[in-house]
């Protein structure tokens, strides 16, 4: 088995010879000095270890973040995709005859930047696209370098969310995007525009089968993932675009003409009753398992648990609002990331970029989340057997990537605010609302730089 790794590293460290600067300088550096001082290192760290087992993934403290000294390989997943990436470690321990331990954490993106800073960093995290611009900007991410034909077999908009100014700094594995899901048994025709949901929900409410029109996550802070698809039927959102075609900064589009008039349909929405702060993360689903709605706008994560309810649902794409469009989602892609810092950077760079961009790897991580996945070959497979997969990447066909510049960090909390206000009547106008919210964005904008 190390033979199997010694080759594995070769390959590595030649690709590692090949980046250059940015913020995986000093790793690439080091492994740069040589093939032989790379693998042997590793190789050492094998013999040494109790090679080819992981042991099973455990969780990190919330207080002090740090990670598994014992390991040739760390990596930190939430408690949901744990299982999934333990299993993947564990094979590619088995194959190249390294230890590799898999740490829950329950925030990772926090807590690897705590970390990070205490030089207690995990090797490789797995994390949403939209954190790559912070994760950047503080040089905590190394780039990777993925052979083109490799990479010209995944979906192209989860190429493009691997990048960072023209730099690719992660492996996608599963593609994310809001759709509308359908109880086929209290609403047998799909919407095609929401007032024929609100009417079927209404209908649905008078022959009293349910208590609610929609279930769409907001709550009384609001949420401006769930509220952004009202924003972009009118050509509305949050940012605009530079003559790069890439999310500007400095064009924070909030209190545009296209997105008032999305925050004047929840306003409307909102006094129909189609639209409410009291769902929240925490019944949103169970009104639509529990039969209490007959739709619900949410991700491809809510499946499992619709399908242990034994709900007969239908994944269908967003309605299009009155004098506006069709609701478009943003995209998200779910990632692996390379730490700047690794302690072994060949070991974790071979397991992102030649590991988890086999068909094998990429379909076992559809397992978590039920998200389509971003290799082409994988989600054929996965497609041939689950017709939600096609239904889902269907619904976000035209949908835009979720920003990953560090200016989003700005964003979630004012906006999230500013959709709760609007929907729950308060605040002023949903025009002038939505220029408060702009104006505290521009300056959590300003204030961070």
């Given at each position: 088995?190390?033979?199997?790794?010694?080759?594995a590293?070769?390959g590595?460290?030649?690709?590692?010879?090949?980046?250059?600067?940015?913020?995986?300088?000093?790793?690439?550096?080091?492994?740069?000095?040589?093939?032989?001082?790379?693998?042997?290192?590793?190789?050492?760290?094998?013999?040494?270890?109790?090679?080819?087992?992981?042991?099973?993934?455990?969780?990190?403290?919330?207080?002090?973040?740090?990670?598994?000294?014992?390991?040739?390989?760390?990596?930190?997943?939430?408690?949901?995709?744990?299982?999934?990436?333990?299993?993947?470690a564990?094979?590619?321990?088995?194959?190249?005859?390294?230890?590799?331990?898999?740490?829950?954490?329950?925030?990772?993106?926090?807590?690897?930047?705590?970390?990070?800073?205490?030089?207690?960093?995990?090797?490789?995290?797995?994390?949403?696209?939209?954190?790559?611009?912070?994760?950047?900007?503080?040089?905590?991410?190394?780039?990777?370098?993925?052979?083109?034909?490799?990479?010209?077999?995944?979906?192209?908009?989860?190429?493009?969310?691997?990048?960072?100014?023209?730099?690719?700094?992660?492996?996608?594995?599963?593609?994310?995007?809001?759709?509308?899901?359908?109880?086929?048994?209290?609403?047998?025709?799909?919407?095609?525009?929401?007032?024929?949901?609100?009417?079927?929900?209404?209908?649905?409410?008078?022959?009293?089968?349910?208590?609610n029109?929609?279930?769409?996550?907001?709550?009384?802070?609001?949420?401006a993932?769930?509220?952004?698809?009202?924003?972009?039927?009118?050509?509305?959102?949050?940012?605009?675009?530079?003559?790069?075609?890439?999310?500007?900064?400095?064009?924070v589009?909030?209190?545009?003409?296209?997105s008032?008039?999305?925050?004047?349909?929840?306003?409307?929405?909102?006094?129909e009753g189609a639209?409410?702060?009291?769902?929240?993360?925490?019944?949103?689903?169970?009104?639509?398992?529990?039969?209490?709605?007959?739709?619900?706008?949410?991700?491809?994560?809510?499946?499992?648990?619709?399908?242990?309810?034994?709900?007969?649902?239908?994944?269908?794409?967003?309605?299009?609002?009155?004098?506006?469009?069709?609701?478009?989602?943003?995209?998200?892609?779910?990632?692996?990331?390379?730490?700047?810092?690794?302690?072994?950077?060949?070991?974790?760079?071979?397991f992102?970029?030649?590991?988890?961009?086999?068909?094998?790897?990429?379909?076992?991580?559809?397992?978590?989340?039920?998200?389509?996945?971003?290799?082409?070959?994988?989600?054929?497979?996965?497609?041939?057997?689950?017709?939600?997969?096609?239904?889902?990447?269907?619904?976000?066909?035209?949908?835009?990537?979720?920003?990953?510049?560090?200016?989003?960090?700005?964003?979630?909390?004012?906006?999230?605010?500013?959709?709760?206000?609007?929907?729950?009547g308060?605040?002023?106008?949903?025009?002038?609302?939505?220029?408060?919210?702009?104006?505290?964005?521009?300056?959590?904008?300003?204030?961070?730089?």
């Amino acid at each position: 088995m190390k033979r199997t790794f010694v080759v594995a590293l070769t390959g590595a460290a030649l690709v590692l010879t090949g980046c250059g600067g940015g913020s995986g300088s000093s790793n690439s550096s080091s492994t740069s000095t040589g093939t032989g001082s790379a693998s042997g290192s590793a190789s050492g760290s094998a013999s040494g270890s109790d090679a080819g087992s992981a042991a099973a993934a455990t969780t990190l403290s919330s207080d002090k973040p740090s990670r598994d000294t014992n390991a040739d390989l760390v990596i930190w997943a939430d408690a949901t995709a744990a299982p999934v990436v333990t299993n993947l470690a564990n094979k590619f321990a088995s194959e190249n005859g390294v230890k590799v331990a898999v740490q829950i954490s329950n925030d990772v993106r926090g807590q690897y930047g705590t970390a990070f800073k205490a030089g207690q960093a995990p090797d490789v995290i797995v994390g949403a696209h939209d954190w790559m611009g912070e994760l950047v900007a503080n040089g905590s991410i190394a780039t990777l370098q993925v052979p083109a034909d490799t990479m010209s077999g995944f979906n192209a908009k989860a190429v493009e969310a691997s990048k960072y100014n023209g730099q690719t700094y992660a492996v996608p594995y599963g593609i994310e995007n809001l759709a509308l899901v359908r109880n086929t048994a209290l609403a047998p025709t799909a919407p095609k525009t929401m007032d024929e949901l609100v009417k079927a929900g209404k209908d649905c409410i008078a022959a009293k089968k349910c208590t609610n029109i929609l279930s769409n996550q907001m709550g009384k802070e609001g949420n401006a993932y769930n509220g952004y698809p009202f924003l972009s039927a009118f050509g509305g959102g949050i940012f605009g675009t530079g003559s790069n075609g890439q999310y500007d900064a400095n064009k924070v589009i909030v209190n545009s003409a296209g997105s008032i008039k999305g925050a004047d349909a929840m306003a409307a929405l909102g006094k129909e009753g189609a639209l409410s702060t009291n769902i929240d993360d925490k019944n949103a689903d169970a009104l639509f398992q529990t039969g209490k709605t007959p739709f619900e706008i949410t991700g491809p994560w809510s499946l499992p648990a619709f399908k242990k309810a034994g709900i007969k649902y239908s994944v269908d794409p967003l309605p299009s609002l009155s004098g506006g469009g069709a609701m478009q989602p943003f995209l998200g892609v779910q990632q692996f990331y390379v730490s700047s810092k690794a302690k072994n950077a060949t070991v974790a760079q071979t397991f992102v970029t030649q590991f988890m961009t086999t068909k094998d790897a990429q379909v076992a991580m559809f397992q978590i989340g039920q998200r389509p996945p971003a290799m082409t070959a994988a989600y054929e497979e996965v497609a041939k057997n689950d017709k939600d997969v096609a239904a889902w990447a269907a619904a976000g066909k035209d949908g835009k990537l979720m920003p990953n510049i560090p200016a989003m960090n700005a964003v979630w909390k004012p906006l999230g605010l500013a959709f709760a206000d609007v929907i729950s009547g308060k605040g002023g106008t949903p025009a002038a609302r939505m220029g408060k919210a702009q104006t505290e964005i521009e300056a959590g904008i300003k204030s961070a730089k």
